[in-house]
């Protein structure tokens, strides 16, 4: 019976694939209206030497997007996204600590954060992979004696925003050497591994089939350069763990849980084939 799901679920995967239809990415530049006035955001670039040509240029999933849903991250005020960044700076400002620590009392303004999302993940200096939410985590717990945040919450969802909006514009660049390097081989196995009933893999649709529609949606290079990103799917802040949890769950496998050291490498691995794309923070996706 099990076999029969399967050959049924591979077949119907076979015919949705067969029947895909492929666009180029938009031909557009984004140009973001903030406060402070435009940004430009680079939303194409040559691909990494590292990546051994499985790409020639990488491209944001901005560009992957429809008219209107690019014109939302094109101005702040029309972007949903940053009513959550706003929350992000009410928890900075917040004294919450167990002696009335906040963000504010060690780091100042959340400007101080700039440049640290587009480095991110990184390996720390006890050799540990951490994610944007691990180095959140630690201010929460060691700073402030607080039990830490869940990583899909919505004061960790908040304040990624927050923090990815301080580097918007700057340019991913995210190591894989050194003592990433192992972490960097994990990522890249769990990236090339066909999970699920599907048997299908990252790649299968990030690498080999970006650029085609599947039904009505146009397939993006799988890049995180704008997360965390206001998906209109789910009418909510999404940030790439979450992502990566739906995508396992969608080849109908179990999947790693947000913030596993699986989904971690996975993160870094990803990241890194942005490199060279600038960091949108945050960005609006389908």
Not at 91 to 105: H, I, L, T
Not at 176 to 195: H, L, M, Q, S, V
Request: glycine share 10%; aromatic share 6%; charged share 25%.
């Amino acid at each position: 019976m099990r076999s029969h799901i399967k050959t049924l679920a591979t077949t119907a995967l076979c015919l949705a694939l067969s029947g895909m239809a492929y666009a180029d990415p938009a031909e557009d530049a984004l140009d973001i209206e903030t406060e402070a006035g435009s940004m430009s955001i680079v939303t194409s670039a040559p691909a990494a030497a590292h990546l051994d040509g499985a790409l020639t240029t990488v491209y944001s999933g901005w560009l992957f997007r429809d008219p209107d849903t690019r014109d939302m991250e094109r101005d702040d005020f029309d972007n949903p996204a940053m009513v959550y960044v706003d929350l992000g700076l009410d928890k900075w400002n917040e004294p919450m600590g167990k002696n009335g620590e906040s963000c504010a009392s060690c780091h100042n303004g959340p400007e101080s954060m700039k440049g640290l999302r587009a480095t991110t993940p990184r390996v720390s200096a006890d050799g540990k992979l951490q994610i944007m939410e691990d180095l959140i985590n630690g201010c929460v717990t060691e700073r402030m004696g607080l039990e830490a945040w869940g990583l899909t919450s919505g004061d960790m969802k908040n304040m990624l925003a927050l923090i990815a909006v301080q580097s918007r514009g700057e340019v991913v660049n995210v190591a894989i050497d050194g003592p990433a390097a192992e972490f960097y081989a994990k990522g890249k196995e769990i990236y090339y591994t066909r999970y699920g009933q599907l048997e299908m893999s990252c790649a299968n649709c990030h690498e080999d089939n970006a650029g085609n529609y599947i039904r009505a949606d146009h397939l993006s290079q799988g890049q995180v350069s704008g997360f965390p990103v206001y998906r209109l799917k789910d009418a909510a802040l999404v940030t790439a763990q979450q992502r990566f949890v739906g995508c396992v769950r969608d080849t109908r496998a179990e999947t790693f849980k947000a913030g596993s050291e699986e989904f971690k490498a996975l993160e870094l691995y990803v990241a890194s084939r942005g490199n060279g794309l600038g960091i949108e923070g945050v960005g609006v996706r389908h």
